[in-house]
Each structure stands twice: as structure tokens, then as C-alpha cells.
């Protein structure tokens, strides 16, 4: 077997909240600086809500501060999801999305550092959208936020737009590497019904049937998300889909 490097990335979420979690957030950013060598990290990634969209009215302003304390304190590539709390529950979600999107969409730009990792964004269809492949693995991140639901046509396009992305990216890396150590996919929401259609999507990339799966793609799969606000390792028993798992983080306050 293929031998790799080890590596690790630093996942969060679900704040600031307010004005103490800012200077939770900037603290924690700052001190990465003191571990990521030792840690191997590549990179890190907020998987969205950076504020409570009823406290903030998703004002430009909390967008920025947000961006600031990562340019500013970050030694790594840092992309930034969005959560429900930083668009589709904001006051004015297309205001919200503009403000989420010209601060946080190519992001990960502005680091030096980026040589030592690859960062693409699906620039023609849904530029929030991310992928890297990191020695061996492939991590990626789709747009997948919590409640409220918009509009049924615009979630449904989305849903289908996500399962589209993993599976481009599964398939475009097994066949110029011919291997994959195991996927990871970043998004913001807990599991519910209203996402399910995404989880079946994904794992027919992987299983062929009930039980079987598609030649070397018996790998891991984690999709790792916020929303919740309590650290969990889940699965979903419906899927049947033993490699696949769900792993939600802390609150940010509380990692």
C-alpha cells in the first residue's frame, strides 16, 4: 500500500455569538500558532454561524469581524462556511449571502502557506463550495445550512448541486490517483429529514446497491458540521452505510 503523510486541520463553528465569544474566537485562532507545527495541520475551517442572526440582523459589519480575526490571527488557509444563522435566517438573506460571500469566498487566498495545499473552489457553479485532495484524502465542502427553507426549488437545486460536487470530485481523484484513503466533507447543519435526499445522493458514489460497494470506494466518509452545538460522533442507520459517519463540533465557546 501507498505510504502517507500524516496530517491534521483544525474544524469550528457556531460562534461568535456575542461580544465574549469575539475574544473566545480571536484567543483560540491566536493560539494555533503555538500548536499547528507539532500538529501537522493544514488548514482550518469554520463550518458556519458566526453570529446570532437575530441579535446582529446579519449587519456587514459582524461579517468583517469575523474575516479580520482570521486574516489577522490564522497561521493557516481558513475557509468559512455559511451557516443558517449568516444567511437563509438572516433578516435579508440575499443582503446576508452578499455580505457572507465577499468576505469569506476565496478566503483561503490571502496565506501565504497555500503552496503546501492545493485549495479549488467550484468557481463556475457554486463558488462556496471548496475541495482539496491532502495526502490521499479528499476534503471538500458543500452548502448544506439549517432551517428556514427558503424556497423548495433553490434547496432541492442545491441539494442536487452538493451531491454533484462529491461526486465530480470522488471520481475525478480515484481516477488520476487510482486511490482514495477516505473523504471529508464539511458542511453546516445537523443531520434532519429536510437533508436526508443529500446523504442517499452521496452514498450511491460509494455503494453500488444495499450492501455492496463500488470498486476501492470502501473508504471512510465523515461529514463534519455545527449546528447543534454539543460534540457528537453519529451515523445515520437508515443510509445502511457502514464507512459513513457524522461528526459534529463543540460550540465554538466550548471547544
Not at 116 to 135: A, G, H, M, T, Y
Request: overall charge negative.
Amino acid at each position: 500500500p501507498r505510504k502517507y503523510e500524516e496530517f491534521s486541520f483544525y474544524a469550528m463553528g457556531d460562534i461568535p455569538y456575542d461580544n465574549r465569544d469575539v475574544q473566545t474566537l480571536q484567543n483560540q485562532v491566536r493560539d494555533l500558532n503555538n500548536v499547528y507545527l507539532n500538529d501537522k495541520a493544514k488548514f482550518v475551517v469554520h463550518v458556519g454561524d458566526m453570529q446570532s442572526g437575530m441579535d446582529s440582523k446579519c449587519e456587514q459589519s459582524f461579517y468583517a469581524r469575523v474575516q479580520k480575526i482570521f486574516v489577522d490571527e490564522s497561521p493557516l488557509p481558513t475557509m468559512v462556511l455559511a451557516g443558517d444563522n449568516d444567511w437563509n435566517n438572516c433578516p435579508s438573506p440575499p443582503v446576508a449571502w452578499y455580505n457572507y460571500a465577499s468576505h469569506f469566498i476565496g478566503l483561503e487566498q490571502l496565506w501565504n502557506s497555500g503552496e503546501e495545499i492545493s485549495i479549488e473552489r467550484w468557481n463556475e457553479q457554486r463558488p462556496e463550495n471548496f475541495v482539496s485532495f491532502v495526502n490521499g484524502v479528499v476534503v471538500l465542502s458543500v452548502n448544506l445550512v439549517g432551517l428556514p427553507l427558503l424556497s423548495p426549488t433553490e434547496w432541492d437545486k442545491r441539494t442536487a448541486d452538493n451531491v454533484l460536487w462529491v461526486r465530480n470530485n470522488v471520481n475525478s481523484y480515484f481516477r488520476t490517483e487510482g486511490e482514495i484513503r477516505a473523504v471529508v466533507i464539511f458542511g453546516h447543519s445537523r443531520y434532519r429529514g429536510e437533508i436526508h435526499p443529500f446523504f442517499t445522493g452521496i452514498r450511491s458514489i460509494f455503494m453500488s446497491d444495499a450492501s455492496s460497494y463500488r470498486t476501492g470506494l470502501k473508504i471512510p466518509v465523515i461529514y463534519l458540521h455545527g449546528d447543534g452545538h454539543h460534540f457528537e460522533i453519529s451515523s445515520i442507520p437508515s443510509l445502511n452505510w457502514d464507512q459513513f459517519n457524522t461528526v459534529m463540533v463543540d460550540q465554538g465557546k466550548n471547544a
